[in-house]
């Protein structure tokens, strides 16, 4: 049975498409395409032969329609078939405007996580409010009060003789 080893969708003059079939098989396999657009016509090109049997790719020239295109090898052992499908874009819209618009969706999501930690982290510095006043420490060493302290307070310290 035939079998059908590379489907390719090229680019063509004038934006269009070109699709390339290329099928195997010993008898050559005969190859045929059907599609929406059945004015285009399929031209058979034979390929090198190979160890394992023969090669034929026929060129379906312009891919004109949407719609489904359909590739079929046959010879006297069977048939076999791919298919593509071709959908063109809406008309007059570039073709980046979807990446594009995906990206500057994520961009702007990124903007808006930022903003929310960058507000989260102001509002853990700020000081938080306290009902009491705060309570004075209490020193924890007489030297570092000597200086403070007016010479009367100061203690008096009798040496016997």
């Given amino acids: ?44 090109v034979p390929g090198p032969d190979q160890d394992h049997g023969h090669q034929v790719t026929a060129e379906l020239p312009a891919l004109a329609q949407d719609g489904r295109y359909t590739c079929t090898a046959s010879n006297s052992l069977g048939r076999t078939s791919v298919y593509l499908f071709r959908f063109h874009g809406a008309s007059g819209a570039p073709a980046l405007a979807l990446p594009l618009g995906a990206l500057g969706l994520k ?3 990124l903007l808006g996580v930022l903003a929310a930690r960058a507000a989260a982290r102001r509002r853990l510095e700020q000081p ?22 007016s010479p009367r307070d100061l203690p008096t310290a009798a040496c016997a003789p």
Wanted: hydrophobic share 40%; aromatic share 4%; charged share 15%.
């Fill in 107 to 109: 961009a702007l999501l």
């Fill in 1 to 44: 049975a035939p079998r059908i080893v590379n489907l390719s969708v090229l680019p063509g003059p004038a934006h269009a498409f070109r699709a390339l079939c290329t099928a195997e098989g010993e008898p050559p396999p005969a190859l045929d395409w059907s599609g929406p657009a059945l004015g285009n016509g399929s031209a058979a």
């Fill in 128 to 149: 938080v409010a306290q009902d009491t006043p705060p309570r004075p420490q209490a020193q924890e060493s007489n030297y570092e009060n000597l200086s403070q302290m």
